[in-house]
């Protein structure tokens, strides 16, 4: 499966989070072509400010290959992650991210604090914004139009 349809599988995603009424995001980690994990936010679900989708799908990458780290792994996810999200992904020692829309006020990547620019950071994977965009802002603009 290409880049493309690695993000596919994640707006798969996202969308099945909207109709539970989560924020839709979806990720998906991928290491050496195999799918480890496919999550969607699920913080109203669990009550969890920390269940959004890139935390849900490192933790269960990590279990299923049995270690704390990711190294070679690969994220796909639908909106750029947070600066949680973002921390998270740097302990993880993901290889690379993939993102769809930018997020301008919570972001954590391109947007506010560009986590992985920080001095602090202790792995920066590589980054690379934008795919499918603009799927995955029409998604979030709807899910949000119509709770106004």
Known sequence: ???????????????????????PVGAVIVLDGAVLAVESNRTRELNDVTAHA????????????????????????????CTMCAAAISFARLRRVYFGAEDEKGGGVV??????????????PEVYPGLAADDATQLLRDFFAERR
């Open 54 to 81: 890139e935390i849900l799908a490192i933790r269960a990458a990590c279990a299923r290959i049995g270690d704390e780290r990711l190294v070679g792994a690969d994220l796909y996810v639908t909106l750029e992650p």
């Open 1 to 23: 499966m290409k880049k493309a349809g690695h993000m596919d599988k994640a707006l798969e995603e996202a969308r099945r989070a909207g109709l539970r009424g989560e924020v």
């Open 111 to 124: 947007n506010g604090v560009r986590f992985f620019s920080q001095p602090t950071c202790h792995h920066a």
